[in-house]
């Protein structure tokens, strides 16, 4: 019974820390969500670099039209999707969570229950095997 509990317990935590990976607080204050959407745009010219962190004038100049397209009333997707058709897809630094694209978020979740699994099974196989000696 106990164990039962206990997979009931850890299937809710899991539960609860996907819904809170998948549900990011959204910024209030323009400045905040301009902020947030700066770190998931990637520096044209710098490596591995965000808008945010960088100090390339190209960065300064999508930091500007990211301002300007907040205060014109653009959704956050419409100002993403802007620089993604403008300056290619690879400009996002968080990939599309639809189509193909979409496994990057699903397959580490799948892995991660399917390998949950087959520790329980396997504890499972071997708690039956003792008591069957």
Not at 39 to 66: F, W
Not at 77 to 93: K, P, V, Y
Request: charged letters at 20%; glycine letters at 6%; hydrophobic letters at 50%.
């Amino acid at each position: 019974m106990k164990l039962k509990i206990s997979y009931a317990l850890m299937a809710v935590v899991l539960a609860v820390a996907l819904w809170a990976g998948t549900h990011s607080a959204s910024a209030s204050t323009p400045e905040e969500r301009a902020q947030a959407l700066e770190h998931t745009i990637k520096c044209p010219v710098c490596r591995g670099q965000s808008v945010a962190e960088s100090d390339a004038e190209a960065s300064k100049a999508i930091r500007v039209e990211i301002t300007r397209r907040i205060a014109d009333g653009q959704s956050d997707s419409e100002i993403r999707n802007f620089f993604a058709q403008t300056l290619g897809s690879d400009i996002l630094l968080r990939p599309a969570s639809s189509g193909f694209a979409g496994l990057v978020w699903v397959l580490p979740v799948a892995g991660f229950v399917v390998a949950a699994l087959a520790i329980a099974f396997a504890f499972w196989r071997w708690r039956r095997w003792e008591t069957v000696e």
